[in-house]
């Protein structure tokens, strides 16, 4: 089965954490939920749930994990200037993992300058942002590009943890 790394910070939506990460459970796979420090509770902006990080990402590399999942929210921009965070999703980008980002997610994608000639969705307040890190723009409920599947909003969910399953 597949280890899947979370990367959450306050403020991510409730609802793009807790619907992926029942899910990757449910079917076997392993997950980490991985933060900027280890054992820090992170609280999701609607205030229905709450996350204590299992690692600190600079406790961890991409080569131990199978898949990344980046829940939306607020959570990607509390992430995105982290270096070990960028060096992280890069790091698994070259080595063609799996990376599934949803809502806001795309930012942290955004910021470790990895959207060139991708096809990607988001949050569509988002959009000229993709556009602008050189990404084509689809208003779809889920996109999947090579080792990228992104969604919308927290109504994309099903979609949004059917391709990720697929691929783990």
């Keep these: 089965m597949s280890k899947v790394a979370f990367l959450l910070a306050n403020d991510f939506e409730d609802s793009e954490m807790k619907v992926p990460y029942e899910e990757v459970l449910q079917a076997g796979h392993q997950a980490e939920i991985i933060g900027l420090k280890k054992n820090e509770t992170l609280l999701g902006k609607q205030g229905s749930v709450s996350y204590a990080a299992d690692k600190a990402i600079s406790e961890v590399t991409a080569a131990e994990y199978d898949a990344i999942v980046i829940p939306g929210g607020s959570s990607p921009e509390n992430l995105r200037l982290d270096p070990d965070i960028l060096q992280f999703v ?79």
């Design 90 to 168: 890069k790091d698994a980008d070259r080595a063609g993992k799996p990376i599934a980002a949803i809502c806001h997610g795309p930012q942290i994608l955004i910021s470790a300058e990895l959207l060139q000639g991708r096809t990607l969705t988001s949050y569509p307040p988002l959009k000229d942002d993709l556009i602008n890190a050189g990404a084509e723009f689809k208003d779809e409920e889920v996109v999947v590009d090579g080792n990228y599947i992104t969604s919308r909003t927290p109504k994309d969910e099903p979609a949004f943890v059917r391709e990720l399953l697929k691929v783990l």
